[in-house]
């Protein structure tokens, strides 16, 4: 029997929910979670988890069991991160999650950069823009664009962006510039589904933070889609200013109703505070902050460039 093995499948299912989910997290099934599990409480001579047909629970022997081995399995893992870099040789599987719109734009060139300095080092991202508990222990960092962050995680500032209102020339030709957010309410909006400000736009009056509902013309949850109908002028988007970089340098897009932009959102790699933090995520954060400043400095200076031709 390798207890060490059931162990962590314990400590997963409490922390998946499910046997299920843990057999596919493995790529075993169901019923070897299962015999992997009773191995582990018949050695231990106690039940770690009450099962009924609808839920699993802890019972207290297991909570306690929980609360002491989990540590244990963090150091194990530690201690082979600790050995590998020691070793100079940083490796493993780094696990990470991004919003959509930046992931996709922005951090595939980065991480094939950051694979081009540590080869041995396999990175599996997700793109997604609902909220991740890195406390799960399903990811190991996650790249947020926003200005609140949860309790318990590093959070480390990679790079800024400014939230801002954008049309295309065309649109603008034809509809006329909004010159005060109450004139949207005249204009064909294109609204981003699934954000924190859910059906509002924010903007800053007088200095403060000040949201308006818009009524969409065409909705997505996804900002390249939006960008993308908005440089047909299909009508006006709210946007990162990151994420329309390119339509602003193509001239596909201009911002309106500059007045009324929101301080900069800061865009942070997070991860879960530990004693020792492997040295995939180290590296691959470090990594993230020196690319992401040199693309910034960049952007900027492509972005004083278009301000002077305007």
Not at 3 to 32: D, P, Q, W, Y
Request: aromatic share 10%.
């Amino acid at each position: 029997m390798d207890k060490l093995n059931n162990i962590k499948v314990f400590c997963r299912i409490v922390e998946l929910g499910t046997f299920a989910a843990v057999a596919r997290e493995m790529k075993v099934s169901a019923m070897m979670v299962s015999k992997y599990m009773a191995q582990l409480e018949e050695s231990l001579g106690v039940a770690l988890l009450n099962r009924t047909t609808r839920k699993i629970s802890l019972t207290e022997a297991g909570e306690s069991y929980y609360a002491r081995s989990k540590p244990l399995l963090d150091e194990f893992a530690e201690l082979d991160e600790d050995m590998a870099e020691l070793g100079q040789n940083v490796k493993g599987v780094l696990k990470i999650t991004a919003p959509i719109d930046f992931g996709g734009i922005y951090m595939v060139p980065a991480i094939d950069a950051y694979q081009s300095e540590h080869p041995n080092v396999k990175v599996m991202m997700s793109l997604q823009n609902t909220h991740i508990n890195l406390s799960e222990g399903i990811y190991d960092l996650s790249i947020l664009v926003s200005n609140s962050l949860d309790l318990g995680v590093v959070a480390r500032k990679i790079a800024e962006t400014r939230l801002c209102t954008f049309a295309s020339p065309g649109y603008i030709a034809k509809y006329g510039e909004p010159r005060r957010i109450e004139d949207l309410s005249r204009h064909h909006c294109l609204h981003y589904i699934d954000t924190p400000h859910e059906d509002y736009w924010v903007f800053n009056v007088d200095g403060e933070e000040k949201k308006l509902r818009t009524t969409w013309h065409f909705a997505s949850n996804n900002g390249r889609a939006l960008c993308q109908a908005a440089s047909l002028g299909m009508g006006i988007t709210q946007a990162p200013e990151i994420s329309v970089a390119n339509y602003l340098e193509q001239g596909k897009l201009i911002e309106i109703l500059k007045d009324y932009r929101i301080p900069s959102l800061s865009i942070y790699a997070t991860y879960m505070q530990r004693r020792f933090i492997p040295a995939k995520i180290t590296t691959f954060v470090n990594f993230l902050t020196r690319y992401f400043d040199w693309q910034m400095n960049a952007g900027a200076v492509r972005a004083k460039k278009r301000e002077a031709d305007a």
